[in-house]
């Protein structure tokens, strides 16, 4: 393709990156997509995909060379955005009386409370 068009091949150390980037964006665009559902997307579903997304964020964190700033980056907003979330009592009882989550998403912190 890049031949095809004349345009320079990418680097090693480009490929490497795109590919970071791919696997640290992948959990977002499906948290994005389950959360954008045009059906059967409740509001139970939020707490418990911020909470996958935060644990595959953190859990890819180690394991990456270039992108670590980006998993900062979204870990970051994250928190900002959603921070007063999960606190709220609603959308903690609207996440446990959904059959597929109950309380299997909850640390055990929070299952104590």
Not at 81 to 89: I, K
Request: charged residues 20%; hydrophobic residues 50%.
């Amino acid at each position: 393709m890049f031949t095809a068009l004349e345009v320079p091949l990418l680097h090693d150390n480009e490929v490497a990156f795109v590919q970071e980037y791919c696997s640290v964006m992948q959990p977002l665009a499906l948290a994005l997509d389950m959360l954008q559902a045009e059906n059967k997307c409740y509001i139970g579903f939020l707490l418990p995909t911020l909470t996958f997304l935060e644990c595959k964020l953190r859990a890819l964190k180690p394991s990456v060379k270039l992108t670590g700033p980006l998993i900062d980056a979204i870990l970051s907003a994250l928190g900002t955005r959603f921070a007063a979330y999960s606190d709220r009592s609603e959308l903690i009882i609207a996440t446990v009386t959904l059959p597929q989550f109950r309380l299997r998403w909850l640390d055990k912190a929070k299952k104590a409370a």
